[in-house]
């Protein structure tokens, strides 16, 4: 299985140079669960190495392991070759070591500039920060990443986008050998996107080491150099990426052959459930119309920071459309808040699953019921009994996973969680759910459970609204799909007319032609 | 640097400050005489040295509920050293002052940083203890007016230039720790740990050793307090300076400080315990009892919290005015 | 994948077995040892009449509690408590002023308090403020009000049969106060354990988010927090106010912080989420018999806040040195 | 033991609250001297002089107690733990009149003998009241201090404790009743220190910038004056602004000598304590009975006379002057 590197790569010639950075037998164990079991890593000068792998791999971990956050229990870390140790976030800044992490971890409330160089700040006389050149050379190296942003603004007043060109400014400002992506284009456009790639081919030719974590092959196969898999904390295989395909890496990183193969499933369309007129709001979205029909799939559409989540909280009563009408069954429904929405017949699976998902610190059956204790309780008084009959009929229904009802589910993996959220919201046995990128983060053989659970869902007549930003998940499971750009419906599709170039079309705003 | 003195907050409360003054001089002329201001300045002194180590604190997401304990707890300890040996200079009762309120703001820093209990607890805690380590030093005794030396009761008052030494205090302290807040490593990694403690570790920061420092600044700066309170009035018991904390958080508040953390400046505490002393100060001058204090400084609070909320009200990602721009 | 869904069971340990390793067992072992400590160390602790006035020490405090319990749960604080008595109380005196009969005073006590729990609840709800620093300000806000209104003056005058809230006694030594404390901790038990509400304060204090996004009416359980924690408070001023027959504007000064710690003592997380009213009760007595036991030998009042303050960190910081001592 | 303390409480809380407990033979009798707040130099002296009492009565223990700040509410928390000590009897200088009067109530319904000195309590929370001196007599002395030294008439200025301080409103009141004996006088403001050294520094100088003629400040409470002595000093003024009033010589001789303050006055708390700690005695030993008209032994104080309300004074206050001050500043 393993395929190590051979010499006669045209696009490295540089290949048998020893690494800049490689781990060796690394292993990190947290409370109940291990993490990392023995697991190598190399980073070579000039070149992108991919780390690939499902969630829970141990991507993330490696990163921080990497970067000074997490200290490994056992195994070598080596900068050239020789043995070190990153005991502090700082140390491993020093030995040139830097990272664009998956979330922004940046300071809102701070200027551009001191983003970009807070730890390292140039220092003037009497050592004291020098402002000036902070904010001078924070605009040569957005300048040289082709971003127009201005330093002395507050971080607060830039948008996704530009917050994120602000933290690669900050990975760039130190004078790193080693440069780890973690998923960096989640939250870029597609004009940014091709902006990064020429910027990393810009750091391949300065020689610098580049870890580059996606779960995206497309991107995968046109940037990276090598690839290194992982599977449940193990390490599986590297080599170079000309010599796999997508099949063999997928197949390393599950353990088996997988074909994501989207259910069949034969759409019996009823009648029309919701029909959303007109909803506008201050800054977020405006003219947003449509209708839905029991037992139909909808897909919506776009780029990140489109308007789609937004708007999805708004019918879901978080925030308040500045204007708009809502018809449940034809006739006209207020909802001013998620409780409204939930009476309504109308639920949520948010994007944030840990945050706004699921209330982590709580036990499953407290999780599942929360919505439905009208239900499980009387005159107001809670009946143990009946909320672990609820919990447990949906949560057979999601074939969850876990050691007992009472268990909490901030302890329970990514996937479980999710199937948590979503059984919540059965139980109240609702009418439309709308599910926010619900296969986000999850690993594959979870995405596959969900997508057969949503079809069985539209199948029983409950109208579903899928939000997604992932091609195929939109083409595979859509009857229709609404396709949303800065804020505004742009198209809405079906049939022969969804394809991936109708969608990126619209959802990129290109009169003609299709990208990919 | 300038900048982050000169936001609009501050201006806004300086104006308010103004027409404050304003107000007051129509019914008393007599208060903004320069002699007077320079008065209250003196006066307001020990919050505004207070408020610059609360900020601090509550800018990394922390409170300091123990400071005046702290204040008081140095204070008698230094007039009961000055009563046992009169010798002892001024300059040697500075440095005692400033170390042992630095360790009692260490041990709360400890307590925050390796235990990582909630900062409200612990300095809940150290408050009440404080206070009882007090009686139990001095046996519930005062030490007076007349006990103390007159170098050690002369040092706040000596005066440099016009002003009492008090008053110097309190414009050194607002120099250095603004220099401190705005130049430093340090003094920025504060706002990093206030507004994202999870960004401040990928940086780099230490949140807990972070937030350790600020409580010893606060520490340190309720220590040499404690020492020129209590020399300055002349008298130390367990109660001086009982409820001042909350004077003092009050001062921040009003200044701007968000209580979330990672927003506020040193200018901002200075003129919200400058605007708290001039009313303390201008209430029996014109003659309104002063029993509407404490009525005053509490919609003071409130309007002040209320304006923060809404200058920093969460802004939309504004989806809809790029389209309008591209459009 | 084989593993049937349906091996998952309700619950991996018994009630019974996680309450026995709960902090309200080791707070009632504290509770315990101090009541044997008192009983060796002062020869007039054991006697009904003794211990009923020492429950006068907590139960006015220990009523907020129950209330600042759900509301510290939930993820908000009142620190405005002890200034919602003083002023209840002065409305209560003013209203004696004006010929106001015992039942009346109670409406107004009552109505007080939860006039400034409302006021406090509409700042934090309805303009999202946060309700530390809110209550700082409602709390000199409040406070002030009662010494505009009386300066230095007192009220006094109360009718006689009012006396009975803070003096009487229902049964032998069972004070009046006392049943009420005790009613009202049953009544805080039943609705924080036992109804939704009490289920959406705990899905409140954990994730506010989440709850409402799960379609908690987040905004209106905190205001009813903080409208039982301003009735709680008018309570306690009519029980105060009764037990001392006179109104000043510094009454119960202070109290705020007390019975934020006997919440926080009681196990209560004072950043939200986890906490019992049991926890709470147990506090309750333990400050209770710290203090009159103390009381008895005659140590000062601020040795015993030493002592109160000392559990308050030691409680927390004990478990947590144990487990970093085992980790090494 | 503990039984037989609870039968004969209860047992003579159904007698008349004139009837003392009568102290056993071989139990020492247990007199509570509760003071406003523990630490104040004032009430430290006159725990000494209760001591000197003790000790010259013989088979008598002094409980020196009081809260840690100026409250009603800590007060009654002492008071209740005094009653479930079962002591004989209660001396207490009052935070508030009327608060404390529920609790002392039980305290005497449970046997306890309960007199009030320095700071009264209202008649139905106490068996008598010990003023230090005559209340008309302190209020003409005190403004009578700032008069002798303003032949031309002035402004002068009150600086009180607490609102709530009875004794202290009793002699501004009396002070107010005989101003016309001092023609050219004008008090100008009273103020509220609250018997804490920092707000009463504060309200002094409030007092002078408000006040600017301002000639004399009157400050009938040991603290306060001290504080008033130390703004008017602070602010260059001593000589031409005479603070005056109630003091402790040995909190004063700064004062007197920075000419802060030309003269002041105050009983002897020592002998007030005694004074306290006699009556005390006497009154639950049953040697003498509170009632009105009653003369109750003194020891070396001599007797104190009772009013209708049941109060009597202990002596005339004295004033200490340059000519005095350093006699008497070691002393108390």
Known sequence: MLMHSQSQVPTAPEANTPPILSLDGITKTFPGVKALSEVALNLYPGQVTALVGENGAGKSTVVKILTGIYQPDGGAIRVDGHATQFPTARAASDAGITAIHQETVLFDDLSVAENIFIGHAPRGRFGLIDWAAMERRSNEILKSIGATIDPAQKLRDLGIASKHLVAIARALSIDARVVIMDEPTAALSHKEIQELYELVEKLKAQGKAILFISHKFDEIFHIADRYTVFRDGQFIGEGMIDQVNEGQLVKMMVGRDVDHIFPKRESHIGDEVLKVVGYDHPTEFAEISFDLKRGEILGFYGLVGAGRSEFMQSLFGITRPSKGVVRIDGRVRVIRSPADAVANGIVYVPEDRGKQGAITALPIFQNVTLPSLGKTSKNGFLRLAEEFKLAREYTERLDLRAASLDTNVGNLSGGNQQKVVIAKWLATQPRVIILDEPTKGIDIGSKAAVHEFMAELAAQGLAVIMVSSEIPEILGMSDRAIIMREGRIVAELDGDDLTPETLVRHAAGISQGATT | MIKSLTTSREVLLFAAIAVLLGLIATRFPGFVAPSNLADVFNDTSPLILLAIGQMIVILTKCIDLSVAANLALTGMVVAMINVAMPGVPVAVILVIAVGLGTLLGMINGLLVWKLDIPPIVVTLGTMTIFRGIIFLLSDGKWVNSHEMSATFKAFPRAEFLGLPVLSWTAILAVIVFTIVMTRTTLGRAFYAVGGNAHAATYTGINVGKTQFWAFTISGALAGLTGYLWVSRYAVAYVDIASGFELDVVAACVIGGVSIAGGLGSIGGALLGALFLGVIKNALPVINISPFWQLAISGSAIIIAVAVNARANREKGRIILKSAEQAA | ?328 | MIRRKFIKAAGLGLATSLIGTGAMAQDDMRIALVVKALGIGFFEAAAKGAEEAAQELGGVEIIYTGPTDTTAEGQIEVINSLIAQGVDAIAISANDPDALVPALKKAMQRGITVISWDSGVAPEGRQMHLNPSSNPLIGNMIIKLAADHLPDGGEVAVLSASATATNQNIWIEEMNKVMGNYPGIEVVATVYGDDLADKSYREAQGLMQSHPDLDAIIAPTSVGIVAAAQAVEDAGKAGQINVTGLGLPSEMAGAIESGASKSFAIWNPIDLGYSAAMIAHALATEAATAEPGAAIPMGRMGSVTLDDTNSGAMADPFVYDSSNIDAFKSIF
Not at chain 3, 43 to 53: C, E, G, M, Q, V
Not at chain 3, 139 to 164: E, K, N, W
Not at chain 3, 255 to 269: D, I, K, Q
Not at chain 3, 283 to 295: D, H, S, Y
């Open chain 3, 1 to 328: 994948m084989t593993t049937p869904a349906n091996a998952i069971p309700d619950r991996l340990q018994t009630p019974w077995e996680s309450r026995l390793k709960s902090w309200e067992a080791l707070l009632l072992l504290v509770a315990i040892a101090i009541f044997i400590a008192n009983s060796f160390a002062s020869p007039y602790f054991l006697n009904a009449w003794n211990l009923s006035d020492a429950t006068f020490n907590f139960t006015e405090k220990a009523m907020i509690a129950f209330a600042m319990a759900l509301l510290i749960i939930s993820g908000e604080i009142d620190l405005s408590v002890a200034a919602i008595i003083a002023l209840a109380s002065t409305a209560m005196g003013a209203a004696v002023q004006a010929g106001a009969g015992t039942p009346v005073l109670i409406l107004v006590g009552l109505g007080t308090g939860l006039l400034c729990g409302a006021f406090n609840g509409v700042l934090v709800t309805r303009m999202g403020l946060p309700s530390i620093v809110v209550t700082i300000g409602t709390m000199s806000l409040f406070r002030g009000i009662s010494y505009i209104v009386l300066g230095d003056q007192a009220y006094r005058g109360y009718p006689s049969d009012f006396a009975f809230f803070g003096q009487g006694y229902v049964w032998w030594v069972i004070s009046f106060e006392f049943v009420l404390f005790a009613i009202i901790a049953v009544i805080y038990f039943v609705i924080l354990h036992k109804t939704n509400f009490g289920r959406s304060v705990y899905a409140i204090g954990n994730n506010p988010t989440g709850a409402l996004f799960s379609g908690i009416r987040v905004n209106r359980v905190k205001f009813i927090l903080f409208l039982l924690t301003g009735l709680m408070a008018g309570i306690a001023a009519i029980c105060l106010t009764s037990r001392l027959g006179s109104t000043r504007p510094s009454i119960a000064f202070g109290w705020e912080l007390e019975v934020v710690t006997m919440v926080v003592l009681g196990g209560v997380n004072i950043l939200g989420g986890s906490g019992t009213i049991p926890g709470v009760v147990i506090a309750a007595f333990v400050i209770g018999l710290v203090t009159f036991g103390l009381g008895l030998l005659n140590v000062p009042g601020i040795v015993m806040s030493i002592v109160v303050g000392a559990l308050l960190i030691g409680v927390i910081a004990l478990p947590r040195l144990w487990s970093q001592w085992r980790q090494r």
